[in-house]
Nanobody, 123 residues
Framework: QVQLVESGGGLVQAGGSLTLSCAAS????????MCWFRQAPGKEREFVAA????????AYADSVKGRFTISRDNAQNTVYLQMNSLKPEDTAVYYC????????????????WGRGTQVTVSS
């Protein structure tokens, strides 16, 4: 089984920063990609960022490029999302996912997801 647990969400003022963590266990023994998606109330789930577990491939949504940074700590089996210059429109539940294919890592078709962590940005 693959288990993903997000943490680090909370309330922050606009312009502030938060760092989310995704602890992974039971990973398949193969190459794969970790991703962050978010979903705001009344909105569709949208891609935020992704990173390969081996190598250094990364991808970002245009809306967060230059503000968010995805990183990993293989020794801790953890993926991070550092969020700077937060805006009220960043308010959402943030989900950590695992995708077996680079070609689909931005599409939200993964079978593996955490329960999410709430990020609220006040104006």
């Amino acid at each position: 089984q693959v288990q993903l647990v997000e943490s680090g969400g909370g309330l922050v003022q606009a312009g502030g920063s938060l760092t989310l963590s995704c602890a992974a266990s039971g990973r398949p023994f193969s190459s794969y990609y970790m991703c962050w998606f978010r979903q705001a109330p009344g909105k569709e789930r949208e891609f935020v960022a992704a990173i390969s577990w081996i190598g250094f491939d990364t991808a970002y949504a245009d809306s967060v490029k230059g503000r968010f940074t995805i990183s990993r700590d293989n020794a801790q089996n953890t993926v991070y999302l550092q969020m700077n210059s937060l805006k009220p429109e960043d308010t959402a539940v943030y989900y950590c996912g695992l995708d077996r294919q680079k070609t689909t890592m931005t599409l939200g078709t993964s079978n593996y997801w955490g329960r999410g962590t709430q990020v609220t940005v006040s104006s």
